[in-house]
């Protein structure tokens, strides 16, 4: 069998500017080629499309996954090509992949088999230099810091209370904390600082929920720093760090086209995590594939109780997006490992609570027909796709086994009809789970108990402390981040299927003032992860020739 990459290295790719050109009548002049097969699409051509009608918005979300992922990314392609299969103007929005996981645990992230967005190994890697302005951006700021203390501190800044900390695009453990300004007086004031990963970063939320370069630079300038002695906020404007922030981000901004192995056209810009961030593609991007097709089909990332929660009381209050259906991805190979075992229909009985779950949440919760998509794997049998199938006739929401995997867009055709009579239906009700005026504590509560089906909330000092400095800075009104483990509906990663009477532990809150929320750190989630035992950067490997293999 072959390779994800091997797959992606073997298609004939088309030159995407006439693609792009023909396929969404965009002018020539509006596209910046980025060699052959990816572009940049102008931020003057973004603005020119503004007044066009919207086409419908799928979400596409997954149950509780383990630590491969269970295709969603894949599925998000595939159903793209399915409903381009079926006649519809189909874009893809999808999140630039971060090179944590590329060298660490999942090896790449832009789909698999016959259900990927190309250049693979560009997407995966470098792709249009995105992250690297972000990291720079970021650390610019970090910088500015450390050089207006040196230089006098006129602001006031209390050394002990700086919030801003540096970020690269890598799991490296050894940098969540250390110490700068070592070295005597050339080199500045010791003080404690670290690392996050860049995805966890408030520039790269910035950047996916700016609406337009103004809005960007606006969002840059709020960002707060860090704090007076007497607990005064200090700006990014104060420090007149957003002009510069903001020309470094200019062209990172403007989203990225590629294509799928179909042909077909895809948004891939912007790359928070769902666990440690808001976890959703880049604003713009969504909004302007909206413009421009009958159906944009967008992931967040992991389960419908991170991804698409943010999704919906982030990027959807922010914007007013209204997706039409949610597509809830499944595999056998998940919930048999939330029934507790690795095989046997006992153990997928048992794990079917965590699809309950999900199914429920989207649904009540959110507002929002499901469909499920079973993503299929070849180990699956007959009997327990059945029971998956049973399941879902039982709370009543359309289950369809998709092979798109293996099969490309013909493989998600029956997917793609079903999300086309779901969204057509008009029976999306859009739900926020809090209102805006509600104390930060109690959105955290919300989220618990109403997603997680906690009993409440457990606020150590340091989270109790900082929740009180932020209602008393007039923050309230902003929603709430949830950064936990993916890997259960509590933060305990071992508690699997469908826990209820859990307790939330919020260990920290973190100010995004120019993102616009709070993130609450819950349990023993890290914003800078580390390397597995045997990270996939021990199987990548480029010949002679520069061909790479082993990303995925």
């Given at each position: 069998m072959r390779t994800d990459i091997e797959i992606a290295q073997a298609a004939t790719l088309q030159p995407i500017v006439p693609l792009a050109v023909q396929r969404l009548g965009l002018p020539e002049e509006a596209l910046s080629p980025y060699g052959r097969y990816k572009a940049k699409l102008s931020l003057e051509h973004v603005a020119r499309l503004q007044d066009r009608p919207d086409g419908h918005l799928v979400l596409v979300t997954a149950i509780t996954p383990t630590p491969p992922g269970e295709?969603?990314?894949?599925?998000?392609?595939?159903?793209?090509?399915?409903?381009?299969?079926?006649?519809?103007?189909?874009?893809?929005?999808l999140r630039e992949p971060s090179l944590g996981p590329c060298f660490g645990m999942k090896g790449g992230a832009a789909g698999g088999g016959m259900a990927q967005v190309v250049p693979m190994e560009d997407i995966n890697l470098h792709f249009t230099g995105d992250f690297h302005a972000i990291q720079l951006a970021n650390n610019l700021l970090a910088a500015l810091i450390d050089n207006h203390i040196n230089h006098g501190n006129a602001l006031g800044l209390d050394l002990r209370r700086i919030v801003w900390r540096r970020v690269v695009d890598m799991n490296d453990r050894a940098l969540r904390q250390i110490t700068v300004g070592l070295g005597g007086p050339a080199n500045g004031y010791p003080r404690e600082d670290g690392f996050d990963i860049v995805v966890a970063s408030e520039v790269m939320a910035i950047l996916c929920l700016a609406t337009s370069l103004a809005d960007l630079k606006?969002?840059?300038?709020?960002?707060?720093?860090?704090?007076?002695?007497?607990?005064?906020?200090?700006?990014?404007?104060?420090?007149?760090?957003?002009?510069?922030?903001?020309?470094?981000?200019?062209?990172?901004?403007?989203?990225?086209?590629?294509?799928?192995?179909?042909?077909?056209?895809?948004?891939?810009?912007?790359?928070?995590?769902?666990?440690?961030?808001?976890?959703?593609?880049?604003?713009?991007?969504?909004?302007?594939?909206?413009?421009?097709?009958?159906?944009?089909?967008?992931?967040?990332?992991?389960?419908?109780?991170?991804?698409?929660?943010?999704?919906?009381?982030?990027?959807?209050?922010?914007?007013?997006?209204?997706?039409?259906?949610?597509?809830?991805?499944?595999?056998?190979?998940?919930?048999?490992?939330?029934?507790?075992?690795?095989?046997?229909?006992?153990?997928?009985?048992?794990?079917?609570?965590?699809?309950?779950?999900?199914?429920?949440?989207?649904?009540?919760?959110?507002?929002?027909?499901?469909?499920?998509?079973?993503?299929?794997?070849?180990?699956?049998?007959?009997?327990?796709?059945?029971?998956?199938?049973?399941?879902?006739?039982?709370?009543?929401?359309?289950?369809?086994?998709?092979?798109?995997?293996a099969e490309g867009g013909t493989g998600a055709a029956a997917l793609a009809r079903e999300v086309v009579k779901a969204c057509e239906s008009g029976a999306a009700d859009l739900q926020f789970l809090y209102e805006d005026a509600m104390p930060l504590e109690q959105k955290i509560v919300s989220v618990a108990r109403r997603i997680y089906h906690a009993a409440d909330i457990e606020l150590e000092p340091k989270a109790r402390f900082q929740l009180a400095e932020l209602q008393a800075l007039g923050f309230s009104q902003l929603p709430v981040c949830i950064a936990k483990t993916q890997y259960s509906f509590s933060t305990d990663p071992k508690l699997l299927a469908a826990p209820s009477g859990h307790s939330l532990r919020v260990r920290e809150l973190r100010l995004n003032a120019g993102a616009g929320f709070v993130t609450a750190i819950c349990g023993d989630i890290m914003t800078m992860p580390g390397l597995p035992r045997e990270p996939a950067a021990e199987r990548i490997d480029v010949d002679d020739e520069g061909r790479i293999s082993g990303l995925f």
């Open positions: 295709g969603k990314t894949t599925t998000t392609v595939g159903l793209g090509d399915g409903l381009n299969h079926l006649g519809k103007q189909a874009i893809i929005c606006q969002r840059l300038g709020r960002i707060v720093i860090g704090y007076t002695a007497d607990k005064k906020p200090i700006t990014a404007r104060q420090l007149k760090a957003d002009g510069a922030m903001a020309a470094l981000l200019k062209d990172a901004l403007a989203p990225n086209i590629v294509q799928t192995l179909e042909g077909n056209l895809a948004f891939v810009h912007g790359g928070p995590f769902a666990n440690i961030a808001h976890g959703c593609n880049s604003l713009i991007a969504t909004r302007t594939a909206l413009k421009l097709a009958d159906y944009v089909v967008t992931e967040a990332g992991f389960g419908a109780d991170l991804g698409a929660e943010k999704f919906i009381d982030i990027k959807c209050r922010q914007s007013g997006l209204k997706p039409g259906c949610a597509v809830i991805v499944a595999t056998v190979r998940a919930l048999r490992h939330h029934g507790g075992a690795l095989e046997g229909l006992a153990a997928l009985q048992a794990g079917l609570a965590n699809l309950r779950r999900h199914v429920e949440n989207v649904r009540l919760q959110y507002g929002l027909p499901a469909v499920v998509s079973i993503n299929r794997f070849d180990a699956d049998t007959p009997e327990e796709i059945a029971l998956i199938q049973q399941e879902c006739a039982a709370l009543g929401v359309a289950c369809v086994l998709a092979t798109h995997w």
